[in-house]
């Protein structure tokens, strides 16, 4: 059964950093893009950044570039998305997405494209 559970969230101040998990279960994690979406209320899910499958090539939007990187460890079923310098609109319920095969980053905010998804972890930035 495929599973991908996301952890890390949590509340910080702006500037502050964040690490996000993501632990994946019942497939395996070198052959799917994973991608990283964040929602927050009244706004439209967006793609915040995807490793793909294979060569692990990266992609993030404009917004966050520089602030977060995305990783994956292939032994432990994880990919990571580190996020430093935590700007007030980054607040928003982070979720991970599994999709198989793809490996590049093209299109990677397609959102229906996706397999399976996690079911998300607040990220919460106040003073």
């Known amino acids: 059964q495929v599973q991908l559970v996301e952890s890390g969230g949590g509340l910080v101040q702006p500037g502050g950093s964040l690490r996000l998990a993501c632990a994946v279960s019942?497939?395996?994690?070198?052959?799917?893009?994973i991608s990283w979406f964040r929602q927050s209320p009244g706004k439209e899910r967006e793609g915040v950044s995807c490793?793909?499958?294979?060569?692990?090539?990266?992609a993030y939007v404009n917004s966050v570039k520089g602030r977060f990187t995305i990783s994956r460890d292939n032994d432990k079923n994880t990919v990571y998305l580190q996020m430093n310098s935590l700007k007030p609109e980054d607040p928003a319920v982070y979720s991970c997405?599994?999709?198989?095969?793809?490996?590049?980053?093209?299109?990677?905010?397609?959102?229906?494209?996706?397999?399976?998804w996690g079911k998300g972890t607040q990220v919460t930035v106040s003073a």
């Open positions: 019942g497939f395996t994690l070198s052959a799917y893009r």
């Open positions: 997405a599994a999709q198989f095969g793809q490996k590049s980053c093209s299109r990677y905010s397609t959102i229906d494209s996706y397999d399976s």
């Open positions: 490793i793909s499958a294979d060569y692990g090539f990266t």
